[in-house]
């Protein structure tokens, strides 16, 4: 059976929860691959909203696996109060499964993320100060602290004591902060072992003995393409790798095994953070979507930037995903608009191109090319099938699939987790 991809086509918080929790009743296991507790996920189930930020969104389908892969940064202390939460709210969180690889969010590197941003100032660039680059840095730079070591104490203080020796000389040295004490932060990390012990495995190859054995695994990415670290508006991007060729190196499954990879796009553009946004809304239009879509990051809270849907963007997307099917969601947020602008090209120094630039200058430069479509009235939200939209609803979607050069396979109408059209059917 094959491996399927599910990845954000624009800078993040499109719905991914959603089109996860859709499909988790057909699949039998979910994979976060990347990226920490920088990202979230927001499902509405009934009158209940769960926000996830750890663990996969497939934690609340009872039948499937949740896994967090070997490309995933943890902060233990946050994910073990998710779990609680979940717990508390009545979901069963035992059937999680962790990467033995997967690197650790620790003390100094949430420190570190957080002076560091403020002392960049005005050059900052947007971070949630949850120690995500730091962990990746450390990762890269091979003196990271793994899951694994929390089962090693000697390995453990090792590690720590040599990842510090640098560190606190940058603490104190550069930005007048105390120096952080070894023995502290490896018993804090200590203390973790036995609560998450139960969950520990090789996640690669219990991933491909399910695939052996016909099961169906999805991977589910965090953030967006265009906040990948290699592909996105760098540098203004995550640290990690949220395209579909971060799922292979993030969860160990070869790419011969994905045969399907499904881009979620918002019905408009949203951003959280500094950076490059052609398409952005500084005015009315602007605080509308962001009022009626509920647009604040899960994590942080912080109220999303707002713009008009962004065809280079979903051309993009793409290409460097190899997209194979989009899931469209918020349309419901668009109805009232008499007039809906998409872009469709940018102007860049007097040049119109349908693409995006290849400078960090040319994106920063890049001006909408906008065509316009008319909008609705009718109340979408109720919708079962795409012919009961309106008209124009439908025109417009229709207008997406075209300039994005992908199908369109769903649309989302509402938050509820049935709120979903089905246009072709996701894993067939």
């Not at 993320?113 to 660039?125: M, P, Q, S, Y």
């Not at 640098?166 to 902060?177: A, E, T």
């Not at 052996?212 to 990690?240: I, N």
């Not at 609803?393 to 396979?409: C, K, M, P, W």
């Amino acid at each position: 059976m094959p491996a399927i991809v599910l990845v954000g086509a624009q800078w993040g918080d499109e719905g991914k929860g959603k089109a996860t929790d859709l499909l988790g009743g057909r699949v039998d296991y979910v994979v976060r691959y990347q990226g920490g507790n920088n990202a979230g996920h927001t499902v509405v189930i009934g009158d209940r909203k769960f926000a996830l930020h750890l663990l996969p969104s497939g934690i609340l389908t009872p039948e499937v696996v949740p896994v967090i892969g070997n490309g995933v940064v943890i902060d233990p202390a946050v994910l073990l109060a998710e779990m609680a939460g979940l717990e508390a709210q009545g979901v069963n969180t035992s059937k999680l499964v962790i990467s033995a690889n997967a690197h650790l969010i620790t003390q100094y590197h949430v420190t570190l993320d957080k002076v560091t941003e403020r002392f960049l100032g005005n050059a900052k660039i947007g971070t949630t100060g949850r120690g995500i680059g730091p962990t990746y840095s450390d990762k890269i730079g091979r003196i990271g602290i793994r899951v694994q070591d929390l089962f090693d104490p000697s390995i453990l203080h090792q590690k720590v004591e040599a990842a510090l020796s640098g560190k606190n000389q940058i603490l104190v040295k550069i930005f007048n902060r105390r120096a952080l004490d070894v023995d502290a932060i490896t018993e804090e990390l200590l203390s973790y072992a036995d609560q998450l012990r139960p969950y520990v495995a090789d996640t690669s190859l219990l991933l491909n003995n399910a695939l052996d054995e016909g099961k169906v695994v999805l991977l589910e990415g965090g953030q967006g393409t265009l906040l990948d670290v290699d592909h996105g508006t760098y540098p203004f991007v995550t640290s990690s790798n949220p395209t579909a060729g971060g799922a292979c190196t993030g969860s160990g499954i070869g790419p011969t095994r994905i045969t399907r990879v499904i881009g979620i796009l918002k019905a408009y553009t949203t951003r959280v953070g500094s950076g490059p946004f052609p398409t952005e809304l500084l005015d009315e239009d602007g605080e509308r979507l962001r009022t009626i879509g509920g647009e604040r990051g899960v994590t942080t809270g912080r109220p999303r930037r707002c713009g008009w849907f962004d065809a280079p963007i979903a051309k993009f997307a793409t290409r460097v995903n190899g997209l194979t099917d989009i899931f469209l969601t918020k349309l419901d947020v668009l109805t009232g608009f008499e007039k809906i602008p998409v872009c469709v090209a940018y102007e860049v120094d007097g040049v119109v191109t349908t693409e995006l630039p290849v400078t960090q200058t040319g994106f920063h430069h890049a001006k909408p090319v906008y065509e316009y479509l008319p909008g609705w009235s009718e109340d979408i939200s109720g919708a079962k099938t795409v012919e009961d939209l309106p008209a124009n609803a439908r025109s417009y979607v229709q207008f997406l699939e075209d300039v994005s050069g992908t199908r369109i396979s769903a649309i989302g109408v509402g938050q509820d987790r049935d709120a979903t059209l089905s246009v072709h059917d996701l894993l067939d």
